[in-house]
């Protein structure tokens, strides 16, 4: 319970207007939602609703990390899986593209409908993108293959 009480407090940080503060509370949200991802379960409602306001790169790559972290409705998958396509598309920040191909994989791998779809969004990021997103990329989509082989 205390950890909890700690962990909002943590994230209500997100939405601080001093840009480096929101920016330090999201790398730590995000740190601590990747291993003990319940505590970010409980902020989901708040994080799909604000979505759209998140536009610091430094906070929206965290946020898109921790997408791929939560257990979605199908709803909440479809508004998830269309941001993150927003940002990979539009964001100029390597950092960004390979958090939201990794949440989009996590996404996929939740809803196996999603997988060709998500399979196509690698490839083609990687055909023009940096040698960041094509690492990212190979390991993507070796773990496709690996579930196909399951």
């Not at 205390?2 to 207007?17: A, V, W």
């Not at 536009?55 to 939560?70: D, R, S, T």
């Amino acid at each position: 319970m205390r950890y909890q009480l700690l962990f909002d407090e943590l994230f209500n940080g997100i939405f601080h207007e001093d840009k480096v503060i929101s920016a330090r509370c999201a790398e730590a949200v995000e740190k601590v939602a990747r291993r003990y991802p319940e505590y970010i379960q409980k902020k989901k409602r708040i994080i799909l609703k604000n979505l759209s306001k998140f536009n610091q790169k430094e906070v929206v790559w965290h946020i898109a990390l921790m997408l791929g972290y939560l257990k979605p409705t199908k709803k909440e998958l479809d508004k998830a899986f269309n941001q993150l396509n927003k940002w990979l598309a539009t964001s100029d920040s390597i950092i960004v593209k390979v958090a939201c191909l990794q949440s989009l994989s996590c996404l996929a791998t939740k809803n196996k409908a999603l997988i060709k779809s998500v399979r196509y969004k690698i490839e083609k990021q990687m055909t023009t993108g940096s040698p960041a997103i094509k690492a990212r990329g190979r390991k993507l989509l070796a773990a496709f293959d690996k579930l196909k082989s399951i």
